[in-house]
């Protein structure tokens, strides 16, 4: 039994999107292979439970940061603990390292990765951290880079691998645009935004990342937390276009990212997306693959080293280098 633990179950698709990777690959080199999924959202019990049941443990996404609380390290480190004293063979895949600010987190994630059998990240940023702490590692590039296929941005069925009934649904939903638009994708930090300040910085992005506000936009929520950012957003924006008399009845499109697949999202940005514009990882990588243009709002350190990754690597490197993660690491130790 495979154990894979993370920031699941919290209605993050980039982080659901890894664990759903990893179990595909791992699928298909034992066939008979049977995952389970944990994470804080689990009771005491099931972890007791899950971690009794199971053999393999697969730590993704990033874990090891105290940018929320102090209590988000510990929890990581108490997990591993509790792994390597029931024997379990324990990975950590394409991590993300930091921040770390607290002495007490750099111990906990320097502790929990010297369990570990084998550690990769997928950042310049994390392997310096590591370093840092004298932990041996891999150092890749995420794992949603292993989504790029160079034949996946010609718009026929077969590439994308869409059933045809989903597809028509899929062009319904987006039938009220003319041509391609941009895509926003906001990320709300949690006890960071007071009213004022979220308003002058949402006015800030549409300015900035919205060239016509008379074209509808789309935005594509990655997170259930990102509800509220978003909705103010398009307030912003229609009072925007009223201030300069665009009164059409302009219908802007909202998605939720864990309503589609990751081929299906990749044809809906692929084929209505003109740029990206983003705080969130993983919107940028899926949308970076689908061929937009990508327009970065650097909140944290991840999102500086998808910047740095994607003006050195292009995407046959970045995927190649996700993909190494497989045969460095977790079929190496499997």
């Given at each position: 039994m495979f154990l894979l633990h993370g920031y699941l179950n919290h209605g993050n698709y980039g982080d659901e999107l890894l664990a759903e990777i990893v179990e595909r690959r791992l699928q298909k080199h034992y066939?008979?292979?049977?995952?389970?999924?944990?994470?804080?959202?689990?009771?005491?019990?099931?972890?007791?439970?899950?971690?009794?049941?199971?053999?393999?443990?697969?730590?993704?996404?990033?874990?090891?940061?105290?940018?929320?609380?102090?209590?988000?390290?510990?929890?990581?480190?108490?997990?591993?603990?509790?792994?390597?004293?029931k024997g379990m063979k324990i990975l950590f895949l394409?991590?993300?390292?930091?921040?770390?600010?607290?002495?007490l987190?750099?111990?906990?994630?320097?502790k929990a990765l010297a369990l570990a059998d084998f550690v990769s990240v997928r950042d310049k940023t994390s392997s310096d951290t590591l370093k840092e702490l004298g932990i041996d590692h891999f150092y890749g590039a995420d794992l949603a880079w292993s989504l790029y296929n160079n034949t996946s941005l010609v718009?026929?069925?077969?590439?994308?691998?869409?059933?045809?009934?989903?597809?028509?649904?899929?062009?319904a939903h987006f039938a009220s645009l003319k041509g391609k638009t941009t895509v926003l994708s906001l990320k709300s930090e949690k006890n960071s935004y007071?009213?004022?300040?979220?308003?002058?910085?949402?006015?800030?992005?549409?300015?900035?990342?919205?060239?016509?506000?008379?074209?509808?936009?789309?935005?594509?929520?990655?997170?259930?937390?990102?509800?509220?950012?978003?909705?103010?957003?398009?307030?912003?924006?229609?009072?925007?276009?009223?201030?300069?008399?665009?009164?059409?009845?302009?219908?802007?499109?909202?998605?939720?990212?864990?309503?589609?697949?990751?081929?299906?999202?990749?044809?809906?940005?692929?084929?209505?997306?003109s740029e990206m514009t983003s705080m969130r990882l993983h919107a940028l990588i899926i949308g970076h693959i689908a061929g937009l243009k990508?327009?970065?709002?650097?909140?944290d350190q991840k999102i500086n080293d998808f910047i740095h990754q994607?003006?050195?690597?292009?995407?046959?490197?970045?995927?190649?280098r996700a993909e190494k993660h497989y045969d460095k690491v977790l079929f190496l130790n499997f």
């Open positions: 066939p008979e292979a049977k995952f389970n999924r944990l994470s804080s959202k689990n009771s005491i019990f099931d972890h007791f439970k899950l971690i009794e049941d199971s053999e393999h443990f697969i730590c993704l996404g990033g874990l090891f940061q105290d940018k929320t609380s102090l209590f988000t390290p510990f929890y990581y480190f108490l997990t591993t603990y509790l792994a390597h004293m394409a991590q993300g390292i930091g921040p770390l600010e607290h002495p987190s750099k111990w906990f994630c320097k718009q026929n069925d077969n590439n994308y691998g869409i059933d045809l009934g989903v597809k028509s649904k899929i062009d007071s009213d004022e300040y979220l308003e002058k910085f949402l006015t800030k992005v549409i300015e900035d990342c919205i060239q016509d506000i008379s074209k509808p936009i789309i935005i594509l929520e990655m997170q259930d937390s990102d509800t509220r950012i978003h909705a103010r957003a398009l307030e912003l924006i229609k009072k925007n276009r009223m201030a300069n008399n665009i009164v059409d009845n302009i219908q802007d499109i909202y998605i939720k990212a864990n309503e589609f697949k990751s081929n299906e999202l990749l044809y809906c940005l692929n084929k209505y997306g990508s327009t970065a709002i650097a909140v994607i003006d050195i690597y292009n995407l046959e490197t970045l995927k190649d």
